[in-house]
């Protein structure tokens, strides 16, 4: 199965199903923001800190990279930022694109790949929103690679991912209240939606990639990691109980 077209429809049929993440921010999140008054997550629960952003986005070249569904994209804009949203998903564009409509805001989108961004020149934004997603391509590191060569010197790459530990236990046996370890990392699901017959419908593939590639990746990609923190999923599953299971960090473009 081709990763990408599968997640693409199965993303677009999670908006059908109404999905915590493809829901858009309200009209009032928007007004807001266009007072100074926002904060977006790139995780579950945490906002990112504020000062992990510039003192001011008016005018800032602003990508949000598989940030497709109307939660990160609106409020940036409304707060002055010139955004751009990628999203291999069209239906979790069509979000973004309600908003911008029924708020009067700017916002391009793409359906795109975020491991392939021909279709930017090199050094082309100032700061990249990154939501946890990249949990959906088989390889991290070229989605690393991209957002560096399209991020201009000293801008920032903000980036939300799972940490691999969650990719360790049975699901259903989560569901039951037992941490059951059955995968190994790096994690793949491609063969038990194989088994399972589970092509169609709103699951998605996913991989649990190593810190290794998410962290020494950014920095083999020329980012520096200047800040980091985890989140959980707000203590509504098991596991919540024993370790946070996802990491923001963010990263600065060195010059070369």
């Given at each position: 199965?081709?990763?990408?077209?599968?997640?693409?429809k199965?993303?677009?049929?999670?908006?059908?199903?109404?999905?915590?993440?493809?829901?858009?921010?309200?009209?009032?999140?928007?007004?807001?923001?266009?007072?100074?008054?926002?904060?977006?997550?790139?995780?579950?629960?945490?906002?990112?800190?504020?000062?992990?952003?510039?003192?001011?986005?008016?005018?800032?070249?602003?990508?949000?990279?598989?940030?497709g569904?109307?939660?990160?994209?609106?409020?940036?804009?409304?707060?002055?930022?010139?955004?751009?949203?990628?999203?291999?998903?069209?239906?979790?564009?069509?979000?973004?694109?309600?908003?911008?409509?029924?708020?009067?805001?700017?916002?391009?989108?793409?359906?795109?790949?975020?491991?392939?961004?021909?279709?930017?020149?090199?050094?082309?934004?100032?700061?990249?929103?990154?939501?946890?997603?990249?949990?959906?391509?088989?390889?991290?590191?070229p989605?690393?690679?991209?957002?560096?060569?399209?991020?201009?010197?000293?801008?920032?790459?903000?980036?939300?991912?799972?940490?691999?530990?969650?990719?360790?236990?049975?699901?259903?046996?989560?569901?039951?209240?037992?941490?059951?370890?059955?995968?190994?990392?790096?994690f793949?699901?491609?063969?038990?939606?194989?088994?399972?017959?589970?092509?169609?419908?709103?699951?998605?593939?996913?991989?649990?990639?190593?810190?290794?590639?998410?962290?020494?990746?950014?920095?083999?990609?020329?980012?520096?990691?200047?800040?980091?923190?985890?989140?959980d999923?707000?203590?509504?599953?098991?596991?919540?109980?024993?370790?946070?299971?996802?990491?923001?960090?963010?990263?600065?473009?060195?010059?070369?």
């Open positions: 199965m081709k990763i990408s077209q599968h997640n693409s199965a993303w677009d049929e999670k908006v059908n199903q109404g999905s915590r993440y493809t829901k858009y921010v309200s009209y009032d999140q928007v007004e807001n923001a266009r007072r100074g008054d926002w904060a977006i997550s790139v995780t579950t629960e945490k906002p990112v800190p504020r000062n992990w952003f510039p003192p001011t986005l008016k005018g800032l070249s602003v990508l949000c990279l598989a940030g569904g109307g939660q990160q994209a609106p409020l940036l804009a409304a707060a002055g930022a010139e955004v751009t949203v990628v999203d291999m998903s069209e239906k979790q564009l069509e979000q973004d694109r309600f908003v911008a409509e029924r708020d009067d805001l700017s916002i391009k989108t793409i359906k795109g790949d975020m491991s392939d961004l021909n279709f930017f020149d090199d050094e082309t934004f100032d700061l990249i929103v990154h939501p946890v997603s990249n949990v959906f391509v088989e390889d991290v590191l989605v690393w690679k991209e957002a560096a060569r399209v991020l201009k010197t000293n801008g920032t790459l903000i980036s939300g991912f799972t940490n691999p530990v969650l990719y360790l236990f049975d699901d259903e046996q989560e569901e039951k209240g037992i941490l059951d370890v059955q995968n190994s990392i790096p793949s699901s491609v063969e038990e939606m194989k088994a399972k017959e589970r092509d169609a419908g709103n699951e998605t593939l996913e991989f649990g990639h190593t810190l290794e590639d998410q962290i020494q990746g950014q920095i083999d990609a020329g980012l520096m990691i200047a800040g980091f923190y985890e989140d999923f707000g203590g509504t599953r098991l596991i919540d109980n024993y370790i946070k299971t996802f990491i923001a960090t963010k990263a600065i473009k060195q010059s070369t």
